[in-house]
């Protein structure tokens, strides 16, 4: 199999991990999917690692030119969806940064021309492998909390100095999709159902001169059977603080509560006395998983439906906070 | 001082701690304040403490026999608001349950009949006086944690199974009224701002059979200077969890994020390294603090004018989730 990449601007990451498990798998294209990123990370370790692949300035000449089966599109966050779909018109499988599309017009085009192939498409929403993560999903699937209720997320992370695309709405998208994202999937991830509606708000206050980047945001979806998820959102975290995000989520369901904090998992549960702490553990790689199921393999824990749904889920949102009124979905 | 108690459907142990300390207070009037309502505890209590009150069915006449200074008002929750005003119109200092009122014309009312006094009027938000909650407090007011952004707030208890009177609107108000009064509640003390809107949900599914009681609800607030405040709130612990109630809160400031978890404080600041643990500590117990104000000895924590707005932010809270719309707060 063959792997083109275009871009390292995000998750980039999640691919060179997973390359180091697939030595077979052949990088034969790099493009930076804008001028001016600089990429010599990325060359540099196709050096220290056996890949040669051609180096374009122009994606679209890159896929033309070494045909791979697969890409990575991890480039500016307003081109993910254009890129996306250059692929797809390629007939190629797309492992790309989330979110997949950051307006309605992108998302709508990315669906249609999604519709006209038959690839695997996902994006790098990679706190689903994470351990502590996985394994509260697995509980909850197994029945360990009964029917969910109720779901609440939280995304905190350091803001520190961010590069200039941080700070415009047009190439940031905000931070309800680029932060939000991650929680706004769990919640997808862990009821299985469809969105109803959403209310949400954002601010810049506090943004440390990052111009129409949001530092604080908040949303509460209710999903199908009345199960409610709620998110809150910052860049607050102090730079002392000992880890650069805290991430957690909390799912309460009929019969018991499962919550992931500090990247350890505490569960209740109706008639087990006490709480319990489930070792977390994940053995599956998010690219490899990828690879698994464009190999025929094995299923990945990501789909390209669910990544149209979740992306609608995180226009809709920002669309709640910027008009200041509940937003609701098509049933 | 003379103290009279109208009933003990809800927190009227606060009180009676505080007797303990109080031993110069009499106990001078006793009524049950809802027909049926056995409050052979509180004779018990009475007779134990060397307290002889005077018995009235009818709580207008016990307070027209005994003609108490301050009263406690702790009768049917759809009562509070009648109570109150029947002890403001006699002059009454009253330090009553909450919410104080379960309608929008309780609510008038009440206002209004306050307005024609001096007295002291305070409900009973205990978690004030938590250590936990007024050492998260006392830091953020004294700037622990810089300008306050994003506050997090969670009620979680366990059902059981509950008397009648949860299981009706008009006689419970509401979960978000009932469980929910505690959040909103320090939402406006830590932020000491202005509501501005809310957005609210709630729901009756998994209930075990307690009628109109709501089981989960979640709701955000706007407050002003683009403060956000989420709440998520849930009658699902199970019953073998190991505490009643999960109580929680956390404050993210432009320089530090302070958060309450299980009893525990837990601090990260701007500048300095890694998380720390500040000691849990309160000193005061809330009816003390009451009669402390009653007699100008010192100011309470809790006042008239913040209970009538945290009352309302219930209601609207309410309001929002009846609707499906985003509430807005006169400014």
Redesign the interface.
């Known amino acids: 199999m063959n792997l083109a990449i275009i871009g390292k601007r995000g998750h980039i990451g999640y691919v060179l991990d997973g390359l180091e498990r697939l030595p077979d798998i052949q990088v034969v294209g790099l493009s930076a999917g804008a001028p001016g990123d600089d990429i010599s990370d990325l060359t540099g370790w196709c050096a220290v690692h056996g890949q040669s692949p051609a180096v374009h300035d122009d994606y679209r000449d890159m896929l033309d030119a070494v045909r791979p089966d697969m890409v990575a599109v991890d480039g500016p966050y307003d081109l993910h969806a254009e890129m996306c779909i250059e692929a797809f018109q390629r007939g190629l499988h797309v492992f790309s940064e989330k979110p997949v599309a950051t307006t309605y017009d992108q998302l709508a085009d990315l669906r249609a021309a999604y519709a006209e192939t038959d690839v695997h498409f996902a994006s790098m929403v990679g706190l689903r492998y994470d351990p502590a993560f996985y394994t509260a999903w697995q509980c909850v699937r197994e029945g360990g909390i009964g029917?969910v209720?109720?779901i609440?997320t939280?995304k905190?992370y350091k803001l520190g100095q961010r590069p200039e695309h941080y700070t415009k709405r047009e190439t940031y998208g905000g931070t309800i999709p680029w932060v939000g994202s991650h929680a706004i999937d769990w919640m997808h991830w862990f009821s299985g159902k469809r969105f109803v509606?959403v209310?949400a708000?954002q601010?810049t206050?506090?943004n440390a001169g990052h111009g129409d980047l949001e530092?604080?945001?908040?949303c509460?979806f209710?999903i199908e059977?009345?199960i409610?998820?709620?998110l809150?959102i910052?860049y607050?975290?102090?730079?002392?603080?000992?880890t650069h995000g805290?991430d957690r989520i909390?799912v309460?369901?009929?019969?018991?509560?499962i919550e992931v904090r500090n990247g350890e998992v505490f569960l209740?549960?109706?008639?087990?006395?006490?709480?319990r702490k489930p070792e977390p553990r994940c053995d599956r790689q998010i690219f490899c998983d990828f690879v698994s199921q464009v190999t025929g393999k094995a299923e990945s824990l990501v789909g390209a439906e669910e990544t149209f749904v979740v992306t609608e889920a995180c226009l809709k949102a920002r669309e709640s906070a910027d008009i200041?009124?509940?937003v609701t979905f098509a049933s």
């Open positions: 029917r209720r109720l609440d939280r905190s509606s209310c708000a601010s206050a506090c530092a604080t945001a908040m509460q209710t059977e009345d409610f998820a709620t809150s910052d607050l975290r102090p730079a002392t603080a000992p805290d909390r309460v369901g009929a019969d018991g509560v209740v549960q109706e008639g087990a006395e006490g709480e200041g009124k509940v």
